[in-house]
């Protein structure tokens, strides 16, 4: 329904993604920009102020993993995948990223739940009671734009998958999760979803014991 709402269609959705990154990477490159393809025509402008960043790519598919290894952007691997998946993804993109344009690994970023409590068992516990409840109802809320059937997705399995892969626990059990993942990809940046307890204090909460507990252990044993 999004696509409905801000008027990109389903056309662009599925046919236009590669001219859209196109776009993007010429405008943050700065200076100027233009576009004379499918979904993007205008003339020259200019950007006010430039900007000099550099995208990553959400990465789900064979897809969208092939745009970003053949214009040499890193890549973002979603919390949906383990470590072997990710492995796999990385070893991919290796294949078909040119020599040229293949940035160091280290600006790939690989996405995962990170929630730290006195013991695994209770981290585990807390998150498998308060994920669900917002979880569900929001993946039920995905409208279709063209009626398309979704496919169901099983909430309690998928929260169960999180807890087991994720840096979920103590902060022993969390950093161990982290480092085997830099271990079995390669990727050296990993952004965490602190929220999934969905409690304010919490997250605010878990935010300091991360900083405090786990962090400077794994940038330790990372030297």
């Known amino acids: 329904m999004d696509l409905e709402v801000f008027g990109t269609g389903l056309e662009r959705f599925e046919r236009g993604f590669g001219e859209s990154l196109d776009v993007l990477v010429r405008a943050l490159s700065g200076g100027r ?56 993804a990385v070893a991919a993109y290796d294949g078909l990223c040119p020599e040229a344009l293949c940035p160091e690994r280290d600006g790939h970023v690989a996405a995962a739940v990170g929630h730290v409590a006195d013991s695994t068992r209770q981290a585990v516990r807390e998150l498998k009671e308060a994920m669900p409840r917002w979880l569900e109802p929001g993946l039920a809320g995905y409208v279709p734009v063209d009626g398309r059937r979704r496919p169901a997705r099983d909430v309690p399995a998928y929260v169960d998958f999180l807890t087991r892969v994720h840096p979920v626990g103590s902060a022993e059990r969390c950093v161990e999760a982290i480092l085997a993942t830099a271990e079995a990809t390669g990727v050296r940046r990993i952004v965490l979803m602190v929220e999934g307890i969905g409690d304010h204090r919490r997250a605010v909460d878990n935010v300091r014991r991360l900083g405090a507990e786990v962090l400077p252990r794994v940038r330790a044993a990372a030297l």
Do not use: I, N, Q, W
Not at 35 to 55: I, K, S
């Open 33 to 88: 920009v233009s576009a004379e393809g499918e979904f993007f025509r205008f003339r020259e402008v200019d950007l006010v102020p430039a900007a000099t960043l550099r995208p990553v790519v959400a990465c789900t598919s064979e897809a969208t993993l092939e745009l970003a290894a053949r214009r040499g952007l890193p890549m973002l691997l979603g919390m949906h995948v383990d470590d072997r998946e990710k492995a796999a």
